[in-house]
C-alpha cells in the first residue's frame, strides 16, 4: 500500500535507550502514523541515524579487508603459520557481522481490519515480510516490561488459530 498523498501523518520524535544512556540530545527514532480510513492504519517507525551508522560499518569492513589483505601479502611472502592473527581477524569479524545483522533502517506495519496485518523490516541486507490474515489475529497488545531496572514497551501481536501452535506472540518493533 503506497502512501497516499491525501494523508498527512503524525509524526513523534523519541530517542532509543543505548542513545538515551549516551546522554545525546538528539533523537534518533521517528514514528509516523498514517491512518487511511477507519480501518486502515500505517505505523513506520524509522531510525534516523541508519546512514551514519551504515557508513561506520562499512568504514569499519574496509579496514578489516586491508588488514587482512596485507597479513595474506605478508603470509604469502613468509609461509608461517600466524594462527593468533587469525583468530583477531575472526574475533573482529564476528562483532560487525552481528552489528550488521542488528542495523534496522525502518520498520512499519500496515493493518486493516478485514484483510490483516503486514510486516515489513528493512535492514541493510535486505527486506523481511511477513503477513498475517484477519483470522489470524487474536488480539495486539502493548507489553510494560522491567528489564536492568528500566521499562520497556514491546507491541506484540497475539494468534489464533493454525499460526499459533506455531508461533503464538509475533514480536513488532524489535
Known amino acids: 500500500m503506497a502512501i497516499n498523498q491525501d494523508v498527512i501523518p503524525l509524526s513523534y520524535k523519541f530517542h532509543s535507550l543505548p542513545n538515551l544512556y549516551k546522554g545525546s540530545t538528539e533523537t534518533n527514532i521517528n514514528l509516523e502514523i498514517y491512518e487511511y480510513g477507519p480501518d486502515a492504519l500505517e ?6 541515524n541508519y546512514k551514519m551508522q551504515w557508513k561506520a560499518l562499512k568504514k569499519q569492513f574496509l579496514y578489516l579487508i586491508l588488514c587482512f589483505s596485507a597479513y595474506l601479502t605478508n603470509f604469502l611472502l613468509k609461509p608461517n603459520q600466524l594462527t593468533y592473527i587469525d583468530a ?3 574475533i573482529w569479524l564476528v562483532p560487525l557481522l552481528w552489528r550488521l545483522n542488528r542495523l ?3 520498520e512499519k506495519f500496515i493493518f486493516c481490519y478485514d484483510f490483516g496485518l503486514h510486516l515489513q523490516i528493512q535492514k541493510c541486507m ?3 515480510n511477513r503477513f498475517v490474515a484477519a483470522c489470524n489475529i487474536h488480539d495486539i497488545v502493548i ?5 536492568d531496572l528500566d521499562f520497556r514497551y514491546l507491541l506484540i501481536l497475539r494468534t489464533k488459530g493454525r499460526l499459533f501452535l506455531n508461533k503464538p506472540i509475533i514480536p513488532i518493533f524489535t
Not at 507489553?143 to 528489564?147: A, K, P, S, T
Open 88 to 90: 583477531i581477524f575472526i
Open 126 to 128: 535486505g527486506q523481511k
Open 143 to 147: 507489553n510494560e516490561v522491567l528489564e
Open 104 to 106: 534496522v533502517e525502518y
Open 43 to 48: 505505523v513506520k517507525l524509522i531510525n534516523t
